[in-house]
């Protein structure tokens, strides 16, 4: 069974930046496109970004400039780089497979946005 550890998260100022990795206990990128999710108080989790076979990328579009996620194959890791952080970025951040969330959900990795 997958195991998914997200990591990096903390609070940051608005306009500061993070990175994020997810680590995951077995070599799953050749099965799984992989993705960021991230749900945010009181509201429902979403999907904002994505890596698929070959490296291809896409956002959702309120990240869309300002986040990028890689991938490790070899340490099995996926990252989330985040800048010019804004309020409405504060939320827990996942990783999962995408667009389909097939594995078990890690713990997640709490992003504060905040001055």
């Known amino acids: 069974q997958v195991q998914l550890v997200e990591s990096g998260g903390g609070l940051v100022q608005p306009g500061g930046s993070l990175r994020l990795s997810c680590a995951a206990s077995?070599?799953?990128?050749?099965?799984?496109?992989m993705g960021w999710y991230r749900q945010a108080p009181g509201k429902q989790r979403e999907l904002v970004a994505r890596?698929?076979?070959?490296?291809?990328?896409n956002y959702a579009d309120s990240v869309k400039g300002r986040f990028t996620t890689s991938k490790d194959n070899a340490k099995n890791t996926v990252y989330l780089q985040m800048i010019s952080l804004k309020p409405e970025d504060t939320a827990v951040y996942y990783c999962n497979a995408a667009p389909a969330a097939l594995l078990n959900w890690g713990q997640g990795t709490q992003v504060t946005v905040s001055s």
């Open positions: 890596i698929i076979s070959g490296g291809v990328t």
């Open positions: 077995g070599s799953i990128f050749s099965r799984f496109n």
